[in-house]
């Protein structure tokens, strides 16, 4: 099975903290994604990964930056955390290969800016 | 306007109800069509997906695509507690197309 684990399931920080939130996949996948999840707007994609060291910018990545030096490690950077980014963060992965697109979701990080 | 719409509920029905889900979408290039089930505090799972149009079954669930009326509907039969969550509509036009675009997924709750 495919595994994508996220280290921190639920953070509280600080307005204006750096928040680093770390996502390993275990199945050599291409592809890497980072989303946020809110109440009634659904899933919208932040940066997403299609190879080492490459990134793309989603639909909302102002505020966010990220990092692949890894194949099998993104990460999410919140250089200086607002309280409007408090959300559900979730990190997927696919091949490179993909038909469909399906995405292999970890279980997600809940972050909280005081 | 969104590019996938989808009603966000919530929908409580009894045990051994039919729940009928749907999304409508407005990019006719979308050829995959995805139905994702999100259990409390977890990250969403896939639990069935269809290429362009016509009905895929899986056990109590039924996957619907209208492509010519841009319209996708799941359908679970004889529901159970364990159904309850929250369903996320996705579709992609393929290995072309880099991202999913999801529906705000609808919250199921099945009383038993």
């Known amino acids: 099975d495919v595994k994508v684990t996220q280290s921190s399931r639920y953070l509280v920080k600080r307005t204006g903290e750096k928040v680093f939130l770390e996502c390993v996949q275990d199945?050599?996948?291409?592809?890497m994604f980072w989303y946020r999840q809110d109440p009634g707007l659904g899933l919208r994609l932040i940066y997403f990964?299609?190879?080492?060291?490459?990134?793309e910018k989603g639909d909302i990545p102002e505020g966010y930056s990220v990092s692949r030096e890894k194949k099998e490690r993104f990460s999410l950077i919140l250089e200086s955390a607002s309280t409007n980014q408090t959300s559900m963060y979730l990190c997927?992965?696919?091949?490179?290969?993909?038909?469909?697109?399906?995405?292999?979701f970890g279980e997600g990080s809940r972050l909280t800016v005081l | 306007q969104k590019e996938v719409e989808q009603d966000p509920g919530p929908l409580s029905v009894p045990e051994g109800a039919i729940v009928s889900l749907n999304c409508t979408y407005s990019?006719?290039?979308?050829?995959?069509f995805m139905w994702y089930r999100q259990y409390s505090r977890k990250g969403p799972e896939l639990l069935m997906y269809?290429?362009?149009?016509g009905n895929k079954e899986d056990g109590r669930f039924t996957a619907q695509v209208d492509k010519s009326s841009k319209y996708i509907s799941l359908f679970i039969r004889d529901s159970q507690p364990s159904d309850s969550a929250t369903y996320l509509c996705?579709?992609?036009?393929?290995?072309?197309?880099?991202?999913?675009?999801f529906g705000a997924g609808t919250t199921v709750t099945v009383r038993a």
């Open positions: 997927a992965s696919r091949p490179g290969d993909t038909i469909t697109g399906e995405l292999f």
């Open positions: 199945m050599d996948h291409e592809n």
């Open positions: 990964s299609y190879d080492v060291k490459m990134k």
């Open positions: 990019n006719s290039a979308f050829q995959y």
């Open positions: 269809t290429y362009s149009s």
């Open positions: 996705a579709m992609s036009g393929g290995s072309n197309d880099y991202k999913l675009s």
